[in-house]
């Protein structure tokens, strides 16, 4: 199929690129290159420079080839950000996916597979989290997703539009193949935390609390291999290409990580001492949340293979070290 990329010069678009190809597509990526690299890009995919807020911008990019689907990962994603920039993210997700889903009604493309995020969900009210469970975002972010998916509804409904809402739980990892190294700037998230740290890039990783009532009171959530979830999107476009029907799936490893186990493994792996510091919790955190991703086992087939701890921290840390490595010569 020929498949557009909106997004796909960041973190995860790079990676899902990378499964697209592999699986035969052949690949454009849209990007306004805000937080994508040019380091992500691959040679064997085109590239169109152009925002989703710009509906001509979408409009010559999709008139350029005959495009069957679309796959959308062009947002913001910081969730506490959000809270305080709330005008930022209606435009950019929600104003944005509305632009990109007209431009789809002009250009007769029927098919797209959007992120979404467990962040749907907010504070859970049971464990593990299947697809039913009540959303109540407790972020704006994770409004802004649940918003689209509904949009995503009605855009099947009356303009035959079909969609795969993947919502992803914890992101983490890189390319399995090591072919992937694009570090993302300004990193709020654990993973890359731990790895800054580790590479001396930051003092030391600060701790969000470690009274909560899991296994070792620190928080815990459902880490998937960023490889895992690509992986997810190339099976959700041949479901919805296939069955000509819409499907919505949590990918998540339905397996709990705390921070200290992260931290843990990643001293062992890196080698390295990793400073780190007990603070208070980070108002918003719920304690524990972990995936129910049967339905995505049974829809798709997909199973996490690579969002076990070592895995995780490896491929990261094989990134990370690689820049180490290139300061110090
Ligand atoms: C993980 C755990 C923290 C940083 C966020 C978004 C969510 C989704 C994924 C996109 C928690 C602890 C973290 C640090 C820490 N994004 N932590 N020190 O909050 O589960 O989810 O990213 O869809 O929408 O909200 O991820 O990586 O920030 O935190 O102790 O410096 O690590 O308290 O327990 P989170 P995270």
Redesign the pocket.
Known sequence: MKVMVLGGAGYIGSHVVKEMIKAGHQVTVFDNMSSGREENLFDESAFIKGDILEPINLAEAFASDDFDAVVHLAAF?A?GESMVRPEKYSVNNITGTINILNAMCDADIKKIVFSS???IFGEPVRLPIDEDHPKNPE?Y??FTKLEIERFLGWYDKLKGIKFAALR?F??AGYDVDGEISGLEQSP????P?IMEAAAGMRDK?????DDYETKDG??V?DYVHVSDLAAGHVMALNYISDKNESLTVNLGSENGLS?LELLEEARKISGKEIPAEIVGR?PG?PAK?VASSAKAKEKLGWVAKYSDCETLIKTSWEVYKGRLDKLLK
Do not use: E
């Open positions: 994603k969730a995020s467990a962040a972020n972010y994770g992803y914890n992101a709020a998230n654990l993973l935390v990783l600060q701790i969000f609390g620190t928080g959530r921070v980070r955190d949340l």
